[in-house]
């Protein structure tokens, strides 16, 4: 049908544009043009070449025709394209409905009448091309293009949404659905970009760019969010951070307000910034008892134990930490996250212990959980070997700390992960006497995590160590004085205690 369409657009295009095609389409007895009898005359009374007589043959134009009155166009093919058209249209506004459902679906959420805004939108916006496609389907490749990178977006769109799917619905806590509608509507804007660059249409492009602009236009947040995460993924923590407070003050929904605290929660964790860490959870979680007057799940409630768990061993508030230990460990009947749970209490009993100075009981902790029959990821892995190093370094056994480094760092690939183990490594340099080596260490910590407070205290305490104590000694100082609530402050006051000359 398309090879038929286009020979046929040729044919017609080509007579209204062509003087010469046209004469001779009329000599074929094929009307493309009205032609004058009286002005076209036979080769056989010329000189001319039939060729040079077609040329001299005037023609008279007159206005083109729509494309809906082509030549010899019989009435069914008519019926048939429209009826091809009206099922490709239905078809990708159902998949539209599909990929809303399994966005959904990922976040454990039911279909409601709100989720079904994204799948009428788009069926609106192919509406819209179809309707620019009738009227430039045969002057400007254009609309194809437009409808071309409309398919290729719906395709990246579906493809991200099967992902999550299938990938969350493994997965004990659920995930936000609004995080994961921008995730499908990128992809989808992403899938049109590509189509338009490979087809060089800056009409595409102009298109996708205008519909990003509206929608980041009504939601100026999600921009901001947008250009947090870049900057996230650049390691530039501090720029993420203050890209995501000024989200919180362009007034999100309730969900995306509650989103945007456990990002930053998550960021001050991994700088090791306790107090941030606890201020962010607690604004967290007075908006989510707004949004749930019912129980909270109960995977849901294990996440946010295991964050406030974190955040106060970071603060050396062992107590309460144990108690949301506890608590993670007080399943429900309908609970089948055992395994999981005991996981996570005795990662999180390895830090406590670390935390404490108990080395040896550190060293139990990571050995149960390395050993606990449970399929661990390369973050959790590293997680396990990089507590376990740690915990040998302050036992002095540095070649054992060396090997589990490199385990740790065979599958780490986040940045926090990776700059812990960097000071872990340094402690293990130290204690080889190899003080060069530990400072390269440090430097590289520093590197993937600037702000991180366990990185700045180790660059002081190996500073101290290269005879460099005026600059060491600022670090430690600037972090007693700055973040003393803080574990690693406390740990920078006693260092500059114990080098005194009292």
Not at 87 to 110: D, E, T
Not at 272 to 290: K, V
Request: proline share 4%.
């Amino acid at each position: 049908g398309l090879s038929w369409g286009m020979q046929r657009t040729a044919r017609f295009y080509g007579t209204q544009r062509n003087p010469q095609y046209a004469a001779l389409l009329a000599g074929n007895g094929t009307s493309g043009r009205t032609t004058s009898s009286a002005s076209v005359r036979s080769t056989a009374d010329t000189d001319l070449e039939p060729s040079e007589a077609v040329s001299a043959a005037p023609t008279t134009t007159r206005n083109p025709r729509p494309f809906t009155q082509s030549l010899e166009r019989p009435p069914v093919w008519e019926l048939v394209a429209i009826a091809t058209l009206a099922v490709i249209a239905a078809g990708m506004g159902l998949a539209w409905g599909l990929i809303a459902y399994l966005l959904a679906a990922a976040a454990r959420q039911p279909f409601h009448a709100r989720l079904s805004i994204l799948p009428v939108l788009m069926f609106a916006l192919l509406f819209v091309l179809v309707l620019i496609g009738m009227r430039m389907l045969f002057v400007s490749q254009g609309s194809l293009h437009l409808i071309g990178a409309y398919a290729v977006a719906e395709i990246a769109a579906l493809g991200y949404a099967i992902h999550q799917f299938v990938r969350l619905r493994r997965k004990s806590v659920p995930s936000p659905h609004l995080p994961l509608l921008v995730g499908c509507l990128e992809w989808a804007a992403g899938g049109a970009m590509l189509t338009a660059y490979a087809l060089d249409s800056w009409l595409t492009a102009v298109v996708v760019g205008v519909l990003m602009l509206a929608f980041y236009g009504r939601y100026p947040w999600m921009l901001a969010g947008l250009l947090a995460r870049w900057a996230e993924e650049l390691n530039d923590y501090p720029r993420a951070e203050a890209l995501l407070r000024r989200a919180i003050t362009l007034r999100p929904e309730k969900s995306g307000e509650a989103e945007l605290w456990r990002r930053i929660l998550r960021l001050m964790l991994y700088q090791d910034r306790g107090a941030q860490a606890l201020d962010a959870l607690n604004a967290r979680e007075t908006i989510l008892a707004e949004l749930h007057t019912g129980p909270q799940p109960y995977t849901s409630a294990l996440n946010e134990l295991e964050y406030r768990a974190s955040a106060l061993t970071l603060l050396d508030r062992h107590d309460e930490a144990l108690a949301c230990c506890e608590r993670v460990l007080q399943s429900p009947t309908e609970d089948n996250l055992g395994a999981l749970r005991l996981l996570v209490v005795h990662m999180r009993l390895s830090r406590i212990a670390l935390s404490r100075g108990w080395a040896d009981e550190a060293v139990a902790q990571a050995d149960w959980s390395l050993k606990a029959g449970v399929k661990l990821t390369k973050t959790v892995q590293s997680r396990v070997y990089g507590a376990r190093a740690a915990a040998k370094a302050l036992l002095g056994q540095a070649e054992e700390a060396r090997r589990d480094c490199e385990q740790a760092l065979a599958g780490a690939a986040e940045p926090y992960v990776r700059a812990w183990i960097a000071t872990t490594q340094a402690q293990a340099y130290l204690l080889a006497g190899n003080v060069n080596e530990a400072e390269n260490a440090t430097g590289r910590a520093l590197r993937l995590l600037p702000n991180s407070l366990q990185s700045l205290y180790w660059r002081g305490i190996v500073l101290n160590h290269l005879g460099r104590a005026a600059e060491g000694g600022v670090i430690l100082r600037e972090l007693a004085v700055n973040h003393a609530a803080e574990h690693w402050g406390r740990q920078a006051a006693l260092a500059l205690a114990s080098a005194s000359p009292s």
